[in-house]
Structures are given as C-alpha cells and as structure tokens.
C-alpha cells in the first residue's frame, strides 16, 4: 500500500506564505507524477500544481507566479510553496502521486490538510 503524508497547512492572513510537504511510502520501485489538488467547499477538486520526474511543472492559471512545486526524488517528497496567499485559495489541499509498486501501477491520495487564508 502507498502511503502519502502531507503537512504544513494552516491559518494564514491574505499576503502570506505556506509551504506544504507530502512524503511517500510504501515499497516503492518509481514515482512518475506528483502533484496537488485542492477542494474548496462546493467546489469540485482542482488540479493546483504537478511535477513530473523530469521535473516539467504545470500550475493551475490562478497560482501561476505565486505558487511553485518542486520534488526530491530520492526522499518521496513533494513540496508546495504558496507565496501572496489570496482568500479565494482557502481549501482542503490534497497531495497525488501515480507510479509504479510492486510492478503495478498505483494512484495514490493523502488525507488532505487544511489551508484557510483569512484574515
């Protein structure tokens, strides 16, 4: 099983910074795509940033230029850093991950963890 721990969400006021962590575990041979998504309340979950191995990043147009993804390949882990934090960012942020255990390919999700910018 492919475990995903996220950290690092909170409280923020309007203008600040977060940096949110996810750590993968599990047996793993290959990670291929990390990434994170984000659900507001009644709001569908969205695609905010992927990275890939390669390291090619792709952001959701809203956190372009204030958000930037990035990923230590030999840790598991995937970073997000939230610059210039806007009310309209509060959600549950969640963390993905696809690869490969065990010779299957697997999609793995974290818990989720809070961010609420307000101030």
């Known amino acids: 099983q492919v475990l995903l721990v996220e950290s690092g969400g909170g409280l923020v006021q309007p203008g600040g910074s977060l940096r949110l962590s996810c750590a993968a575990s599990?047996?793993?041979?290959?990670?291929?795509?990390m990434g994170w998504y984000r659900q507001a309340p009644g709001k569908q979950r969205e695609l905010v940033a992927v990275i890939t191995s390669g390291s090619m990043t792709n952001y959701l147009d809203s956190v372009k230029g204030r958000f930037t993804i990035s990923r230590d390949n030999g840790q598991m882990t995937v970073t997000l850093l939230m610059n210039r934090l806007k009310p309209e960012d509060t959600a549950v942020y969640y963390c993905n991950a696809d690869g490969v255990q065990w010779g299957v390919a697997f999609r793995a999700w974290g818990p989720g963890t809070q961010v609420t910018v307000s101030s």
């Open positions: 599990g047996s793993i041979s290959s990670i291929n795509t």
